[in-house]
């Protein structure tokens, strides 16, 4: 929702919605100030109308418990990313569908080619890359991603780390790594779109993601996809872990601590991974293709019971 100017917001859905005449609205968000484009819906005439949780923290907590009254008032339907998301919206007692956060596998999947072009292009051949995709805010923690990076450098000067992402705190973030006389050993890549994304996680050796809050990150299925390592916080769902390739440090321990676990992994042929990585994917339910067939069903199913209602 634009935060801005939110009545202008809701009038513009609102005209959108009766426009089109919808059937669902389907809302996705990470608190219940979702409220105001489900209450839009309504007022719209929607039958149907879908919260679907992303997350298991949100930063305007105090909006999130003012609303939440409200809120449980007016979805129709609860839907998570995951078991740890729903029950922080909804409360463990409500009833949600988990829908996984499918990906393409086709599109993530390792590609050697890929790699080798990245990695000769931006001088990446012979070092140690370490990946994180996310906006710099507050929840990506990236000032304590810096500090890992720094002692990491210190153990070994041979590592690169690349930044895909925007965000309020990427001067600041931008800063400190200047001051810690890492800018020579930083990308930052800034906004990429999807496909140079998952071009780049060909390039690249190890994902570090120390979050200190997550609902389920959609870009660790991603990683997992391509074949990549991932050192992730322990405050993210464990739901996320499909592969072996996701090990979880606790965000009490030191940069020190998480560098020096960085420090022993060791990086695989992913091309001898690659298929049991891709099973392993689809087997949890996350192939982005069969993910769409269900919810397809699931929306067909909610328009006949409302159907039904109406007739009877």
């Not at 080619?113 to 996310?134: A, F, S, W």
């Not at 304590?144 to 600041?172: C, H, P, R, V, W």
């Not at 872990?241 to 992994?265: C, G």
């Amino acid at each position: 929702m634009h935060q801005k100017r939110p009545i202008m917001y809701c009038r513009k859905l609102y005209k959108i919605i009766k426009t089109e005449k919808y059937d669902i609205v389907h809302v996705h968000g990470s608190s219940s100030m979702m409220f105001m484009q489900l209450l839009t819906a309504k007022i719209a005439g929607v039958k149907i109308r879908i919260a679907h949780s992303r997350n298991t923290s949100c930063e305007h907590k105090l909006l999130n418990v003012l609303f939440k009254p409200f809120f449980k008032r007016i979805y129709t339907n609860a839907f998570a990313c995951g078991k740890e998301a729903g029950e922080w919206l909804f409360g463990k007692k409500e009833n949600f569908v988990i829908i996984p956060n499918g990906k393409d596998c086709e599109m993530f999947e390792f590609q050697e080619t890929i790699r080798e072009q990245y990695r000769q292009k931006y001088n990446l051949r012979d070092k140690i890359v370490i990946g994180h995709i996310g906006n710099f805010n507050y929840q990506k923690n990236h000032e304590f991603l810096i500090d890992i990076f720094y002692e990491l450098s210190k153990l070994n000067n041979n590592y690169y780390l690349i930044l895909a992402g925007k965000g309020t705190l990427e001067k600041e973030i931008h800063d400190k790594i200047i001051e810690l006389g890492l800018q020579k050993n930083v990308i930052f890549l800034g906004q990429v779109p999807v496909k140079e994304v998952a071009n780049w996680l060909q390039a690249m050796d190890i994902m570090v993601f120390p979050s200190r809050f997550e609902g389920f990150p959609n870009v660790l299925i991603e990683w997992q996809i391509a074949g990549l390592p991932c050192i992730i916080s322990d405050r993210i769902t464990k739901d996320v872990k499909v592969t072996d390739l996701v090990k979880f440090i606790s965000l009490d321990k030191s940069p020190k601590y998480w560098a020096e676990e960085i420090i022993k992994i060791k990086i695989q042929d992913r091309n001898l991974i690659k298929d049991k990585v891709i099973n392993q994917i689809k087997e949890h339910g996350y192939d982005i293709k069969e993910n769409a067939k269900r919810l397809e069903k699931i929306y067909e199913n909610l328009i006949k019971e409302v159907e039904k209602v109406h007739n009877d």
